[in-house]
């Protein structure tokens, strides 16, 4: 069987450079918009429907052809099949029933695991966590049947942006909470981070599981930190998520699936996160390509086109594309992609003139 040009990228192997987007299952696709518009469901309860899991997953890799779909879902699921109370408000973004920024709260939220209790949804109605569990681990069955030969990747939010919301409550401009925290009770910020590693960890196992071949952490507020904050109170539990996540197999590939990092704002810190255990480092916009991949010798990595120049002229975004890939033959293996995720008022067309571009360029390697 020939290994797929994601899978082998991931793992070194030189081959045609693979092509996704982050956030490419939704936001700035018609036919995702039709599709949550016919269901009417708010966000977490969508991700929790199999069928519009697997169908989000899917369009965008049936639209422009990418080299691999990564699951519909969203990085507070498993909080929410945890028994967390948590939904995503339109223009505003995850909020919680209320912060957990004292020991008390964190003691009370022990007792929660994944798949584990109860939850309430939107009607009132109390649904069982095991059901939500199966739900996520039935989408991504469906989701791999659908795709057939192109991979599907699994992901979950990094135990420091779960916390950080989780210590805040809602979204956070600088996350100055979730810091204190993590400086003035060391002790409850370990119960916090380790909980949010075994959720975390959870959730990217099932999904492995069930049919996804690779992974990716997202830590999406990183860059808040200190090197010396990352490296003491954060880095020790992304790499309990990925050494829990390593035992995972995917029947899909008889083997582990390959774990992508990515965090935004994380230049200062670069070096450190690809040490947690990971096979791919993703690099933001914010970053020279080329300088990252001096900073993590021997890892794969992935990025980084500026969302915004979705926006630009053609001959713009094509010699920036042209750039990037220049860039990421100096690494063992490079994945195409944003340096965060597709704006909800991008051009499908835009992507799909990208992978175009980039399977014919990329294939000259």
């Not at 004292?102 to 309430?120: F, N, P, V």
């Not at 809602?170 to 916090?192: F, I, N, T, V």
């Not at 860059?223 to 899909?252: D, I, K």
């Not at 979705?310 to 001959?315: D, G, N, T, Y």
Request: glycine share 10%; aromatic share 6%; hydrophobic share 40%.
């Amino acid at each position: 069987m020939t290994t797929p040009p994601l899978i082998a990228a991931l793992t070194g192997q030189r081959g045609p450079t693979p092509v996704w987007f982050m956030r490419q299952a939704g936001r700035s696709l018609p036919e995702y918009r039709e599709l949550r518009a016919d269901i009417g469901l708010p966000m977490l309860e969508a991700c929790l429907r199999p069928d519009v899991a697997a169908e989000a997953t899917v369009q965008p890799v049936r639209r422009h052809g990418v080299d691999a779909g990564i699951f519909f879902s969203d990085i507070m699921v498993p909080l929410r099949l945890a028994g967390v109370g948590v939904e995503i408000e339109p223009g505003v973004g995850p909020v919680l029933d209320h912060p957990y920024r004292t020991r008390e709260s964190i003691d009370e939220l022990l007792s929660h695991r994944y798949g584990e209790g109860s939850w309430t949804d939107s009607t009132g109605r109390t649904r069982d966590c095991a059901e939500g569990a199966q739900s996520v681990r039935d989408g991504v069955a469906t989701a791999v049947r659908e795709l057939g030969s192109t991979p599907l990747i699994g992901f979950g939010g990094a135990p420091f942006t779960l916390a950080a919301y989780m210590v805040e409550g809602r979204p956070s401009r600088d996350h100055m909470a979730a810091r204190a925290l993590a400086a003035s009770d060391p002790g409850a910020w370990d119960a916090l981070m380790t909980w949010c590693a075994r959720v975390s960890a959870d959730f990217m196992t099932a999904q492995i599981e069930a049919g996804a071949s690779a992974a990716q952490l997202f830590d999406s507020w990183v860059g808040s930190l200190s090197p010396r904050t990352y490296r003491e109170s954060v880095a020790p539990y992304s790499r309990m998520v990925a050494q829990r996540v390593a035992g995972a197999v995917s029947p899909v590939t008889g083997c582990r699936a390959p774990f992508i990092h990515f965090g935004t704002g994380s230049a200062p810190i670069l070096s450190d996160m690809a040490e947690v255990g990971v096979d791919c480092v993703g690099v933001d916009w914010k970053t020279d390509l080329s300088w990252a991949i001096g900073q993590v010798p021997g890892k794969a990595v992935q990025g980084n086109l500026d969302p915004a120049l979705l926006q630009a002229p053609w001959h713009v975004i094509e010699q920036a594309v042209r750039d990037i890939l220049d860039a990421g033959r100096s690494a063992p293996g490079h994945v195409f992609n944003l340096g965060h995720g597709v704006p909800p008022t991008t051009d499908p067309d835009v992507l799909t003139r990208i992978v175009e571009l980039v399977h014919e360029l990329g294939d000259e390697r």
